[in-house]
Protein backbone atom coordinates (compact mmCIF):
# COMPACT_ATOMS: atom_id res chain seq x y z
CA UNK A 1 0.00 0.00 0.00
CA UNK A 2 1.57 3.41 -0.90
CA UNK A 3 2.05 5.93 2.14
CA UNK A 4 -0.04 8.46 2.84
CA UNK A 5 2.26 11.53 2.58
CA UNK A 6 -0.97 14.47 3.15
CA UNK A 7 0.29 16.97 6.06
CA UNK A 8 3.97 15.90 5.21
CA UNK A 9 6.69 18.32 4.08
CA UNK A 10 9.16 16.73 1.99
CA UNK A 11 12.76 18.87 0.58
CA UNK A 12 14.38 17.40 -2.48
CA UNK A 13 17.37 18.79 -3.01
CA UNK A 14 18.53 19.20 -7.10
CA UNK A 15 14.97 18.68 -8.48
CA UNK A 16 14.87 19.66 -11.61
CA UNK A 17 16.25 16.68 -13.37
CA UNK A 18 16.87 13.16 -13.62
CA UNK A 19 16.08 11.11 -10.08
CA UNK A 20 15.77 14.45 -8.22
CA UNK A 21 12.50 15.22 -10.33
CA UNK A 22 11.42 11.98 -10.19
CA UNK A 23 11.53 11.96 -6.51
CA UNK A 24 9.72 15.40 -6.49
CA UNK A 25 7.12 14.11 -8.50
CA UNK A 26 6.62 10.53 -6.96
CA UNK A 27 6.21 12.66 -3.25
CA UNK A 28 3.85 15.10 -4.76
CA UNK A 29 1.65 12.31 -5.99
CA UNK A 30 1.54 10.92 -2.83
CA UNK A 31 0.33 13.97 -1.36
CA UNK A 32 2.80 15.93 0.38
CA UNK A 33 3.95 19.23 0.41
CA UNK A 34 7.19 19.53 -1.79
CA UNK A 35 10.15 21.97 -1.29
CA UNK A 36 12.27 22.02 -4.61
CA UNK A 37 15.81 23.18 -3.81
CA UNK A 38 17.41 24.20 -7.12
CA UNK A 39 20.42 25.86 -8.19
CA UNK A 40 18.66 27.69 -11.41
CA UNK A 41 15.32 29.90 -10.71
CA UNK A 42 14.33 29.09 -14.22
CA UNK A 43 14.96 25.14 -14.45
CA UNK A 44 13.50 25.21 -10.85
CA UNK A 45 10.15 26.69 -12.20
CA UNK A 46 9.77 24.81 -15.28
CA UNK A 47 10.01 21.60 -12.98
CA UNK A 48 7.65 23.15 -10.52
CA UNK A 49 5.07 23.27 -12.92
CA UNK A 50 5.72 20.30 -14.52
CA UNK A 51 5.43 18.43 -11.33
CA UNK A 52 2.13 20.55 -10.34
CA UNK A 53 0.49 19.34 -13.17
CA UNK A 54 1.58 15.91 -13.17
CA UNK A 55 0.73 15.38 -10.13
CA UNK A 56 -2.32 18.10 -9.72
CA UNK A 57 -0.90 18.59 -5.81
CA UNK A 58 -0.32 22.65 -5.91
CA UNK A 59 1.66 22.08 -2.35
CA UNK A 60 5.34 22.55 -4.33
CA UNK A 61 7.21 25.17 -4.29
CA UNK A 62 10.74 26.27 -5.22
CA UNK A 63 13.80 27.58 -3.00
CA UNK A 64 16.99 28.43 -5.12
CA UNK A 65 20.58 27.42 -4.22
CA UNK A 66 23.40 27.37 -5.62
CA UNK A 67 25.32 24.55 -3.36
CA UNK A 68 29.01 25.66 -4.74
CA UNK A 69 28.34 28.96 -2.56
CA UNK A 70 27.93 28.29 1.43
CA UNK A 71 26.01 31.45 2.08
CA UNK A 72 23.35 29.97 -0.56
CA UNK A 73 23.09 26.99 1.72
CA UNK A 74 22.88 29.17 5.03
CA UNK A 75 20.55 31.34 2.53
CA UNK A 76 17.83 28.40 1.38
CA UNK A 77 17.98 26.75 4.94
CA UNK A 78 16.94 30.53 6.62
CA UNK A 79 14.08 30.88 3.63
CA UNK A 80 13.41 27.36 4.16
CA UNK A 81 13.09 27.69 8.05
CA UNK A 82 11.40 30.85 7.77
CA UNK A 83 8.55 29.40 5.68
CA UNK A 84 7.93 25.91 7.62
CA UNK A 85 7.43 25.24 11.22
CA UNK A 86 8.14 21.02 10.30
CA UNK A 87 10.76 19.01 8.08
CA UNK A 88 9.37 15.41 7.67
CA UNK A 89 11.62 13.97 4.84
CA UNK A 90 15.10 15.49 3.41
CA UNK A 91 16.59 14.11 0.10
CA UNK A 92 20.14 14.88 -0.34
CA UNK A 93 20.02 14.27 -4.14
CA UNK A 94 21.67 17.17 -5.79
CA UNK A 95 25.60 16.40 -7.05
CA UNK A 96 27.98 16.82 -9.97
CA UNK A 97 30.40 15.31 -11.67
CA UNK A 98 33.36 17.30 -13.10
CA UNK A 99 36.07 16.75 -15.47
CA UNK A 100 38.35 19.32 -14.53
CA UNK A 101 39.39 20.64 -10.68
CA UNK A 102 37.46 23.95 -9.41
CA UNK A 103 37.63 25.56 -6.46
CA UNK A 104 34.52 27.34 -4.96
CA UNK A 105 34.43 30.97 -3.60
CA UNK A 106 34.88 29.37 -0.36
CA UNK A 107 38.17 28.34 -1.69
CA UNK A 108 37.01 24.55 -1.55
CA UNK A 109 36.90 22.06 -4.72
CA UNK A 110 34.16 22.14 -5.99
CA UNK A 111 32.94 18.12 -6.19
CA UNK A 112 33.62 18.13 -2.40
CA UNK A 113 31.24 20.98 -2.08
CA UNK A 114 28.03 20.36 -4.06
CA UNK A 115 28.53 16.50 -3.38
CA UNK A 116 29.13 16.29 0.34
CA UNK A 117 29.48 19.04 2.32
CA UNK A 118 26.66 21.16 1.01
CA UNK A 119 24.30 18.32 2.09
CA UNK A 120 26.37 17.63 5.04
CA UNK A 121 25.54 21.75 5.94
CA UNK A 122 21.79 21.97 4.53
CA UNK A 123 20.97 18.97 7.35
CA UNK A 124 22.97 20.09 10.03
CA UNK A 125 20.99 23.39 9.39
CA UNK A 126 17.58 21.52 9.61
CA UNK A 127 18.42 19.17 11.52
CA UNK A 128 16.06 21.08 15.06
CA UNK A 129 12.95 21.12 12.29
CA UNK A 130 13.46 16.94 11.92
CA UNK A 131 13.55 16.43 15.32
CA UNK A 132 10.79 18.53 15.92
CA UNK A 133 8.80 16.86 13.18
CA UNK A 134 9.87 13.42 14.15
CA UNK A 135 9.85 10.46 12.91
CA UNK A 136 11.46 12.01 10.14
CA UNK A 137 13.84 10.69 7.24
CA UNK A 138 17.24 12.00 5.95
CA UNK A 139 17.59 10.65 2.72
CA UNK A 140 20.81 10.75 0.80
CA UNK A 141 21.37 9.54 -2.66
CA UNK A 142 25.27 7.96 -2.82
CA UNK A 143 26.64 5.72 -5.72
CA UNK A 144 27.85 2.28 -6.31
CA UNK A 145 31.21 4.74 -7.14
CA UNK A 146 31.71 4.71 -3.52
CA UNK A 147 33.24 1.53 -3.70
CA UNK A 148 36.25 1.86 -5.43
CA UNK A 149 37.42 5.11 -3.25
CA UNK A 150 39.17 6.16 0.18
CA UNK A 151 39.12 9.70 2.07
CA UNK A 152 42.24 11.08 1.24
CA UNK A 153 42.26 13.07 3.93
CA UNK A 154 45.66 14.20 3.30
CA UNK A 155 44.91 15.48 -0.25
CA UNK A 156 40.75 15.77 0.65
CA UNK A 157 40.29 18.35 -2.02
CA UNK A 158 42.58 16.85 -4.95
CA UNK A 159 45.52 19.24 -5.13
CA UNK A 160 47.97 16.89 -5.54
CA UNK A 161 45.93 14.46 -7.54
CA UNK A 162 42.23 15.19 -9.46
CA UNK A 163 41.95 11.38 -10.96
CA UNK A 164 40.94 10.69 -14.56
CA UNK A 165 38.11 12.99 -15.25
CA UNK A 166 36.98 13.72 -12.46
CA UNK A 167 35.58 10.16 -11.15
CA UNK A 168 38.13 10.02 -8.23
CA UNK A 169 36.56 13.06 -6.86
CA UNK A 170 33.66 12.22 -7.45
CA UNK A 171 33.42 8.44 -5.88
CA UNK A 172 35.08 10.19 -2.89
CA UNK A 173 32.26 12.33 -2.53
CA UNK A 174 29.91 9.25 -2.95
CA UNK A 175 31.80 7.65 0.35
CA UNK A 176 31.42 10.48 1.99
CA UNK A 177 27.44 10.77 1.48
CA UNK A 178 27.64 6.74 2.99
CA UNK A 179 29.91 8.02 5.88
CA UNK A 180 28.23 11.15 6.69
CA UNK A 181 24.66 8.77 6.62
CA UNK A 182 26.56 6.32 8.97
CA UNK A 183 27.53 8.76 11.44
CA UNK A 184 24.33 11.02 11.58
CA UNK A 185 22.48 8.14 11.93
CA UNK A 186 24.44 7.24 15.42
CA UNK A 187 24.43 10.70 16.62
CA UNK A 188 20.29 10.77 16.00
CA UNK A 189 20.03 7.54 17.76
CA UNK A 190 16.91 7.64 19.97
CA UNK A 191 15.78 10.86 18.42
CA UNK A 192 13.18 9.55 16.12
CA UNK A 193 15.01 10.76 13.08
CA UNK A 194 16.50 8.07 10.46
CA UNK A 195 19.35 8.42 8.15
CA UNK A 196 19.99 6.15 5.59
CA UNK A 197 21.49 5.74 1.65
CA UNK A 198 20.94 4.46 -1.48
CA UNK A 199 22.58 3.64 -4.96
CA UNK A 200 20.26 4.67 -7.45
CA UNK A 201 21.06 2.13 -10.03
CA UNK A 202 22.83 2.99 -13.18
CA UNK A 203 20.27 5.64 -14.43
CA UNK A 204 20.05 7.75 -18.12
CA UNK A 205 20.56 11.42 -16.61
CA UNK A 206 22.73 14.30 -16.97
CA UNK A 207 25.12 13.62 -13.88
CA UNK A 208 28.09 12.66 -16.94
CA UNK A 209 27.36 15.53 -19.25
CA UNK A 210 31.14 16.87 -18.27
CA UNK A 211 32.46 13.94 -19.17
CA UNK A 212 34.87 13.31 -22.60
CA UNK A 213 32.91 12.71 -25.67
CA UNK A 214 33.80 9.31 -26.19
CA UNK A 215 32.43 8.41 -22.81
CA UNK A 216 29.44 9.93 -23.31
CA UNK A 217 28.59 9.00 -26.92
CA UNK A 218 29.38 5.26 -24.72
CA UNK A 219 27.00 6.24 -22.32
CA UNK A 220 24.43 7.36 -24.74
CA UNK A 221 25.19 4.05 -27.24
CA UNK A 222 24.20 2.23 -23.51
CA UNK A 223 20.96 3.90 -23.02
CA UNK A 224 18.60 1.32 -23.82
CA UNK A 225 19.79 -0.91 -21.18
CA UNK A 226 20.04 1.27 -18.40
CA UNK A 227 17.48 2.95 -16.11
CA UNK A 228 15.02 5.37 -16.81
CA UNK A 229 14.50 8.40 -14.14
CA UNK A 230 11.54 6.91 -12.23
CA UNK A 231 13.25 3.10 -12.17
CA UNK A 232 16.18 5.55 -10.35
CA UNK A 233 13.51 7.20 -7.91
CA UNK A 234 12.16 4.10 -7.12
CA UNK A 235 14.64 3.06 -3.91
CA UNK A 236 14.60 7.22 -2.90
CA UNK A 237 10.85 7.19 -2.69
CA UNK A 238 10.76 3.83 -0.84
CA UNK A 239 13.46 5.08 1.73
CA UNK A 240 11.14 8.53 1.84
CA UNK A 241 8.01 6.91 2.66
CA UNK A 242 7.56 3.06 2.72
CA UNK A 243 6.10 2.29 6.52
CA UNK A 244 8.27 -0.83 6.71
CA UNK A 245 11.88 1.01 6.75
CA UNK A 246 9.95 4.03 8.86
CA UNK A 247 12.74 2.56 11.88
CA UNK A 248 15.22 1.76 9.72
CA UNK A 249 18.26 4.17 9.91
CA UNK A 250 22.00 3.69 9.35
CA UNK A 251 21.61 1.50 6.33
CA UNK A 252 22.93 1.81 2.45
CA UNK A 253 20.12 0.26 0.00
CA UNK A 254 19.71 -0.74 -3.46
CA UNK A 255 16.64 -1.77 -5.18
CA UNK A 256 14.74 -1.28 -1.90
CA UNK A 257 17.51 -3.93 -0.23
CA UNK A 258 19.46 -3.20 2.62
CA UNK A 259 22.94 -4.29 1.05
CA UNK A 260 26.61 -4.07 2.01
CA UNK A 261 28.44 -0.87 1.32
CA UNK A 262 32.20 -0.79 1.28
CA UNK A 263 34.41 -2.28 3.96
CA UNK A 264 35.75 1.26 4.95
CA UNK A 265 32.29 3.28 4.66
CA UNK A 266 31.47 1.25 8.26
CA UNK A 267 34.89 2.71 9.78
CA UNK A 268 33.93 4.62 12.50
CA UNK A 269 37.32 6.54 13.17
CA UNK A 270 36.95 7.72 9.56
CA UNK A 271 33.48 8.59 9.47
CA UNK A 272 34.34 10.67 12.95
CA UNK A 273 37.26 12.35 11.27
CA UNK A 274 35.28 13.05 7.80
CA UNK A 275 32.59 14.98 10.48
CA UNK A 276 35.02 16.88 12.05
CA UNK A 277 36.86 17.99 8.89
CA UNK A 278 33.44 18.86 7.45
CA UNK A 279 32.23 21.03 10.50
CA UNK A 280 35.56 22.52 10.37
CA UNK A 281 35.25 23.55 6.77
CA UNK A 282 31.86 24.81 6.98
CA UNK A 283 31.92 25.59 10.64
CA UNK A 284 28.51 24.21 10.85
CA UNK A 285 28.45 23.75 14.48
CA UNK A 286 26.42 26.90 15.12
CA UNK A 287 23.31 26.55 17.11
CA UNK A 288 21.33 24.47 14.42
CA UNK A 289 24.12 21.56 14.81
CA UNK A 290 23.75 18.26 15.57
CA UNK A 291 23.55 17.43 19.52
CA UNK A 292 22.50 20.93 20.38
N1 LIG B 1 22.59 8.70 -12.90
C1 LIG B 1 23.21 7.68 -12.36
O1 LIG B 1 23.51 6.66 -13.00
C2 LIG B 1 23.57 7.74 -10.89
C3 LIG B 1 24.20 6.60 -10.33
C4 LIG B 1 24.53 6.63 -8.99
C5 LIG B 1 24.22 7.75 -8.23
N2 LIG B 1 23.62 8.84 -8.79
C6 LIG B 1 23.32 9.99 -7.93
O2 LIG B 1 21.99 10.41 -8.17
C7 LIG B 1 21.85 11.77 -7.77
C8 LIG B 1 21.05 12.53 -8.80
O3 LIG B 1 21.78 12.60 -10.01
P1 LIG B 1 21.11 12.40 -11.43
O4 LIG B 1 21.70 11.16 -11.99
O5 LIG B 1 19.66 12.54 -11.35
O6 LIG B 1 21.80 13.61 -12.24
P2 LIG B 1 21.26 15.01 -12.78
O7 LIG B 1 20.07 14.81 -13.67
O8 LIG B 1 22.46 15.69 -13.34
O9 LIG B 1 20.76 15.74 -11.47
C9 LIG B 1 21.64 16.37 -10.60
C10 LIG B 1 20.92 17.50 -9.91
O10 LIG B 1 21.85 18.16 -9.03
C11 LIG B 1 21.81 19.54 -9.32
N3 LIG B 1 23.07 20.23 -9.07
C12 LIG B 1 24.26 20.06 -9.70
N4 LIG B 1 25.14 20.97 -9.28
C13 LIG B 1 24.49 21.76 -8.38
C14 LIG B 1 24.86 22.89 -7.62
N5 LIG B 1 26.08 23.46 -7.72
N6 LIG B 1 23.95 23.44 -6.79
C15 LIG B 1 22.70 22.92 -6.69
N7 LIG B 1 22.29 21.86 -7.40
C16 LIG B 1 23.17 21.29 -8.24
C17 LIG B 1 21.48 19.63 -10.80
O11 LIG B 1 21.03 20.94 -11.12
P3 LIG B 1 21.29 21.55 -12.60
O12 LIG B 1 20.28 20.90 -13.48
O13 LIG B 1 21.08 23.02 -12.39
O14 LIG B 1 22.69 21.21 -12.97
C18 LIG B 1 20.41 18.56 -10.89
O15 LIG B 1 19.18 19.08 -10.45
C19 LIG B 1 23.26 12.28 -7.54
O16 LIG B 1 23.52 12.32 -6.16
C20 LIG B 1 24.14 11.23 -8.20
O17 LIG B 1 25.43 11.15 -7.61
C21 LIG B 1 23.28 8.85 -10.11
Redesign the pocket.
Known sequence: MAADMQGKVCVV?????????ETALGLARLGATVVL????QE?GAAALAEIEQQSGNDSVSLLV????SQRQVRRVAAAFRQQFDRLDVLV??????RRHRAVTEDGVE?TLV??HL?PFLLTNLLLDRLKASAPARVVT?????HKGAEINFADLQGEQSYATFGFGA?SQS?LA?VLFTYELARRLEGTGVTANCL???????????DTPLWLRVGLTLARPF??G?AQ?ADTVLYLATAPEVAEVSGRYFEKRKPVQSSPLSYDTEVARRLWEVSEALTTASGPAAVGD
Open positions: TGANSGIGKVCRSRADFSNNAALSLVNAVSSAAYKNHPGVVATAIFRILSG
